[in-house]
């Protein structure tokens, strides 16, 4: 059974601070790592993807990959109230078509 | 660019009625398409999947089918709706030509049954 795991939360954050969204993983065969946002009534946003040990960086949001840990997680710099949503962790092996999704994770980001 | 629809955005049914989802994908040619649901407070649970026209694979067994008629095309279909069928229906889609097969999810249908 793969499993993906994520804190539920709420992470509560002040604007402007660093909010640190983490997720694990069971499938040691796992290749492609995916971060969605997903704001209360809306449908999951891809905001992020990754499939190399290590950073990636685009705008505010930063993903990284540990693969030998198991640990993929998402940092958002200079934290904004529009980023207080359900941010979800998807994870996919190789040759499947179908991604393993956490719960997710409420963040809060107060003024 | 790619675009997803899904209709009816919402939809109040009542129990014992059948149910007709549509899920279409523009700008794009033989997607993998999937139908997810997400009741109240919970996660994300695959339906279906389908690597082409025709091609269809249940992952839960329920009183729920899928169709696939055209390339870019995905109906979500039920005889008669219960009430644990209420819930946040999503459509995605991946293109298959990129290694990552990153999942894109349509706007959604909430259901209601009653």
């Known amino acids: 059974q793969k499993e993906v795991e994520q804190n539920s939360g709420p992470l509560s954050v002040p604007e402007g601070a660093i909010a640190s969204l983490n997720c694990t993983y069971s499938d040691r065969g796992s290749q492609s790592f995916f971060w969605y946002r997903q704001y209360s009534g809306k449908s999951p946003e891809l905001i992020m993807f990754i499939y190399s040990n290590g950073d990636k960086e685009d705008g505010r949001f930063t993903a990284q990959l540990n693969k030998a840990s198991q640990y993929v997680s998402l940092l958002i710099r200079d934290s904004q109230p529009s980023d207080s949503a359900t941010y979800l962790c998807?994870?996919?092996?190789?040759?499947?078509?179908?991604?393993?999704f956490g719960r997710g994770t409420s963040l809060i980001v107060h003024p | 660019s790619q675009t997803i629809h899904q209709w009816p955005a919402t939809l109040v049914q009542p129990v014992g009625s059948p149910l007709s989802l549509e899920c279409t994908v523009e700008g794009t040619s033989n997607p993998n398409l999937y139908w997810y649901r997400q009741a109240a407070g919970r996660g994300l649970q695959l339906l279906f999947y389908?690597?082409?026209?025709?091609?269809i694979s249940s992952e839960v067994p329920q009183n729920l089918s899928a169709s696939r008629p055209q390339d870019r095309q995905f109906i979500l279909s039920s005889k008669k709706l219960l009430l644990s069928d209420s819930g946040f229906y999503l459509c995605a889609w991946t293109p298959i030509q990129r290694y990552a097969y990153e999942q894109y999810f349509g706007p959604g249908t909430r259901l209601t049954v009653t």
């Open positions: 998807a994870v996919k092996g190789g040759g499947s078509y179908i991604p393993t």
């Open positions: 389908s690597v082409g026209i025709g091609q």
